[in-house]
């Protein structure tokens, strides 16, 4: 079965201080990775995807990712967080081997709170 | 271009009652998914709609149920609602370059339903 754990409820950091949310999953075949951010009363917005190629993924706003396979890991990284970045961030998995088209399998979330 | 429109925002029924929520994807999206999140449940995949046919369900009750016209925009119905069914619906939509699901879900600001 699919699975996604997000290990942490909440992730502090002070602003200019480098940041990492992390996130594992559990699939049977490739998995392609997601992550989102979700602002108060907003929706999800997309930051950035692994499907494969370069474990290193760069997204939007500075955030990157790293695809580890070995430890089943796809964890969310920032150089220098802002106060703004502070919000709730989803990983989600789809398992193409499993089928379901463009469901989502997601972890529960981890809200980051960065402080000045 | 316009992202993923969602109406209504906010929404307050009895128990008992049955709603219909609407979702317009981005133009040129053919797949609507929708997700319902809760505080306890997190986020969970309901059911993704591709040309017009329901192509995957989540694991919900009967109770739910969608559509999608050919114009793409999409709905959801919850007949019968229970206080369970208080959450934020999320509706996402995507392009369908292929049939892994490797395209990104943009979504929606949701739709609060309250269920008195």
């Known amino acids: 079965a699919q699975s996604v754990a997000q290990p942490e409820d909440q992730v502090n950091v002070a602003e200019g201080n480098p940041l990492t949310v992390k996130c594992t999953y559990s699939v049977s075949g490739n998995p392609y990775l997601f992550w989102y951010v979700q602002y108060p009363n907003r929706g999800l917005q997309f930051l950035l995807k692994y499907i494969t190629g370069d474990n290193l993924v760069k997204g939007s706003y500075g955030f990157e990712a790293e695809f580890n396979k070995s430890q089943t890991s796809f964890h969310l990284k920032k150089p220098s967080a802002l106060v703004s970045d502070s919000a709730l961030y989803f990983c989600?998995?789809?398992?193409?081997?499993?089928?379901?088209?463009?469901?989502?399998?997601f972890g529960a979330g981890t809200r980051l709170a960065v402080h000045p | 271009k316009a992202g993923v429109t969602q109406t209504p925002r906010y929404l307050i029924k009895t128990r008992g009652q049955q709603v219909t929520l609407s979702c317009s994807p981005i133009s040129g999206h053919r797949s609507v998914s929708w997700y319902q999140q809760t505080p306890g449940q997190g986020l969970q995949f309901l059911f993704e709609y591709f040309s017009e046919t329901q192509r995957n369900k989540g694991n919900f009750p009967g109770r739910f149920s969608g559509r999608q016209f050919s114009n793409s925009r999409s709905e959801m119905n919850v007949s019968t609602l229970e206080l369970g069914d208080s959450a934020l619906y999320l509706c996402?939509?995507?392009?369908?370059?292929?049939?892994?699901?490797?395209?990104?879900?943009?979504f929606g600001p949701g739709t609060r339903l309250t269920v008195l």
């Open positions: 989600a998995v789809r398992d193409p081997q499993a089928g379901g088209y463009n469901k989502l399998i």
């Open positions: 996402a939509s995507s392009h369908v370059r292929d049939f892994l699901g490797t395209d990104t879900q943009y």
